[in-house]
DNA sequence: ACCTGAACACCGTTCAAGT
DNA sequence: ACCTGAACACCGTTCAAGT
């Protein structure tokens, strides 16, 4: 922390880049509004991230997908080193498991929503999403599945919640071509009484287990 | 078409546009390059989009989400028409109309990956994309639902197939993090026999509609 | 090691002008 | 109506230089 040095690290990057990605939205970051964030000239962002903005989109994505909260306190590191876990507990039941990622995972995706643009066209495999479909196939495996079946169910399992989170965004975008009748409106209409977001994914998620499982689930709603 | 008209047209210059996305990706589809490829000065693209590139994406976006075919010999025109229709046989059963959507939409997603950035922020209200969420309404009122469970299961139908696409271009990606392990090869793993694509898409349209109707659908499989 | 400052090629868009 | 050509502000990135 000598003076000249302006305390830049990868971490603070991608938070500042976010925080323009989700107020101004993602065609307005720029290295040299990011470097203004930073309160700092665009080019020592290159430092950082030497192959350039792809690397840096490369690293939002990862922190938009990947739940681990990083500790505060410890220098930027790229190892992974291995933490011992002291908690003994018995894992929860599979749907809930399941019913408590969806959750967190739909909820990551729309409180960076802006940033879902550059998810599409990169390789989901975070050592996070790994362990994540590890459990969701344990899962699906306590649920009495067994063969292809198994893997499956854990890829409409992310299929989904991916999707409705996407779809939810982009129903909510004010963009848009000509619109005689928007999708809400739609379902009043057809329905009696519109569901909102949080309700209909839930029942989305669990008619997707009962389909796949034969079970209807009973501890999938999200926590309060 | 007199001398120095360039023979340009909305329908001609989002084609154009399509094709330098498909084949160079979205990052290099520049107004320059893209009136390169229709020879003519890239100013003139203005003509045809007056409000610049942003418009131009919501037209690639209209193209790809929409299946209708304009018909080709006519004059681009913004107004739409009515068409007679004369056909009158009786519509396909209820799973088969879903299943015939899905495996289209889902076709038109994959053709155009490059172009799926663009989608996520602009609303799905054309008239297309409303018939289509109509008869998936009628289709589980067919299916024996009523009430907020037909909104639910039409929302959940959507999510899925856009979010199974999606998933599956993300995972086809070539960029990513350090990746020790792949999807894949995770699913090998747990499951006996690997799933394909579209086999593993199907299974998880038939358990969606299973999970939702509680009848297990019969005619979804895509068309030979 | 970490950041600056100038420079270069390229981009979206405006505007006056041509036909 | 349809397209051109020059111009402007802005962008990502390189590179030599500072400390």
Redesign the interface.
């Known amino acids: 922390m000598s003076r000249n040095s302006a305390g830049l690290s990868r971490q603070r990057i991608v938070e500042e880049a976010l925080r323009i990605i989700d107020g101004q939205g993602l065609r307005r970051l720029t290295m040299r509004r990011l470097g203004d964030a930073l309160e700092v000239e665009a080019m020592a962002v290159y430092h950082h991230f030497p192959l350039g903005k792809e690397q840096l989109f490369?690293a939002i994505v990862?922190y938009v997908t990947d739940a681990t909260p990083r500790r505060p306190a410890e220098v930027d590191d790229d190892e992974e080193e291995l933490v011992e876990e002291p908690a003994e507990e018995p894992p929860p039941p599979w749907d809930a498991r399941i019913g408590r990622w969806a959750h967190e995972y739909r909820a990551r995706l729309l409180r960076h929503?802006?940033a879902?643009?550059?998810?599409?066209?990169?390789?989901?495999?975070?050592?996070a999403a790994?362990r994540s479909?590890?459990d969701h196939?344990a899962a699906f495996r306590e649920a009495g599945l067994s063969?292809?079946?198994?893997?499956?169910?854990?890829?409409?399992l992310?299929?989904?919640?991916?999707?409705?989170a996407?779809?939810q965004?982009?129903?909510e975008?004010?963009?848009?071509?000509a619109?005689?009748?928007?999708?809400e409106r739609?379902?009043q209409r057809?329905?009696?009484?519109?569901?909102d977001f949080d309700s209909?994914f839930l029942?989305?998620l669990?008619?997707?287990?009962?389909?796949?499982t034969g079970v209807r689930p009973a501890h999938t709603a999200a926590p309060a």
């Open positions: 490369d990862e929503a802006g879902l643009p550059l998810l599409i066209h990169r390789r989901p495999d975070t050592p790994l479909r590890e196939v063969g292809p079946a198994v893997a499956d169910a854990a890829a409409a992310e299929s989904y919640v991916f999707g409705a996407l779809t965004v982009r129903s975008s004010p963009h848009g071509a619109e005689p009748e928007t999708l739609l379902f057809a329905g009696d009484a519109a569901t209909r029942a989305g669990d008619a997707l287990i009962l389909g796949h």
